[in-house]
Each structure stands twice: as C-alpha cells, then as structure tokens.
C-alpha cells in the first residue's frame, strides 16, 4: 500500500497556469454567483461561459461529457417535475396541464447545474487535487479539513478496490445476486467484511501517521506565485458572473 496519488495527465493550457489560489477563489464565487441566479438566460449564459471554460483548458471531449451528463441528471427531477407542479400558461395534454413557467424554471436549474459543474471540473481538471487543497489551505480553509479531504479521497480508492475484490471471489464461488433472503445475506456479508476492513485500514494508516510524527497539521511542498495575468484572470471572471448576476436581479426582475 502507498499514499502516492495517481493523478490523470493535465493538458496544458492557460487554466493549467493559472495560480491555483486564485483559480479556487475565482471559482467559488462564480458557483456562489451561479447558484443565486433565477432566470433562465442568465443561467445559460451562465453555463456557455463554463463550457467555454472547458473549451480553453483542452480537457477531453469524452471526459467532459460523461461528467456533465451526471450534472444533468441531478437537475433531471426538477425539470421532469416543474413542468407539471407550477401554476401558469402552458400546453394541456390531455388530461395533463403542462406549464410554460415550471418549463422555463427547470431548464434554469439544468443551466445553473450545468455551469456549476463546468466548474467543478476545470478545478479537478486542470491542476492535481492534492495542489488545488494546498491552496485552500494558502486561503484559510483548516488544515484538518484537508487532511480529512485528502485521505477521504486517497482511500476511497482502495476500498473500491477492496469491494471489486470482493465482487471477484464472490463470482467465482458461483454467487449470482439475486432478490431472495439468501443474496440479501451474502450481500450484507460483504458489505459486512469491506467496513471492518476499511476500519481496520483507518486504524493502521492512523498509527503509521502517528509513528511520523503527524501532529494534524497540514504540510505541502506546493509552491505557489502570483503573475498580473492570474489577478486579470480573476477581476475578469469575476466581473462577468457580477454582470450576470446584476443582469438577473436588476434587469429581469
């Protein structure tokens, strides 16, 4: 077992660049900014300024859409919903009244999920994750929140691993899961074995830390630097989403 992460190849652009602070407190104001936003053309924009986001830091196509497809459908239930919960002028079909606003406020939430996921995906796809902590960490987030945020996500992985095994010898010895009494105990079974596995691991990997001396403060050997261009970056995007934002409160309401 070892605590070095594994990290996808990040293609070089202009966000890759970007100093990682200044990304991260960009980014947080404009998820801040989208999640306030009402009407629907604004969250469009919204979203086109993300995608286009995405489009700048050359991350693969295949990637990208597969993500945002599951941004999608988190937003799914409302649009499906709202359409038929809302009060207003629509369509009736049949005997079903389809309204026009519940319509326009799903699509809303769709954009403004779609373009806070956007978002989420330039942070994790443009520099390593263990990078872009060390710069929460450099704007005040606690070390031991990023400690935690770290070994969360390393050993999230390794217990996937442990179940993938489990699954394996579970096959081989002619286990089919089925909806009776017997597969729901050999499920739980399994899922039995992986927490104590899992609690025995966090008991190892904490006695280790200990044997390093770890005291629960958060160390890096990140460095960072401040160019014009990563402060431009940011008045520049920040400035939009203010636009957006001012857009939906002072000129659509």
Not at 80 to 96: A, E, M, N, S
Not at 207 to 213: E, N, P, S, T, V
Request: glycine share 8%; proline share 5%; with cysteine.
């Amino acid at each position: 077992m070892t605590l070095a992460f594994r990290h996808r190849p990040i293609p070089d652009s202009p966000l890759a660049h970007w100093d990682a602070r200044w990304k991260l407190a960009a980014a947080l104001l404009a998820v801040s900014g989208f999640a306030a936003l009402d009407h629907l053309l604004p969250a469009a924009v919204a979203f086109a300024l993300g995608f286009f986001l995405l489009v700048l830091a050359r991350l693969p196509g295949g990637w990208v859409r597969s993500r945002l497809i599951l941004f999608a459908f988190s937003a799914l239930p409302f649009l499906l919903v709202l359409p038929f919960t809302l009060d207003g002028p629509g369509w009736d079909i049949g005997p079903v009244h389809v309204s026009l606003h519940g319509l326009i406020a799903g699509l809303g939430v769709l954009c403004r999920s779609l373009a806070i996921g956007c978002f989420a995906l330039l942070l994790i796809g443009t520099a390593p994750l263990h990078h872009t902590l060390a710069a929460a960490h450099k704007l005040k987030v606690p070390g031991l929140l990023v400690q935690l945020t770290l070994l969360a996500y390393r050993y999230a992985f390794l217990l996937a691993e442990e179940m993938r095994r489990l699954r394996v010898a579970m096959r081989t010895r002619g286990y089919q899961m089925r909806a009776t009494r017997h597969g729901y105990r050999a499920l739980g079974h399994a899922t039995g074995a992986l927490l104590v596995r899992g609690s025995e691991r966090a008991d190892h990997v904490a006695a280790a830390m200990r044997c390093r001396g770890f005291d629960g403060t958060f160390h890096t050997l990140s460095r960072f630097r401040t160019t014009p261009a990563d402060i431009i970056s940011f008045v520049a995007l920040t400035a939009a989403v203010a636009t957006l934002v001012a857009w939906d409160r002072l000129v659509l309401d």
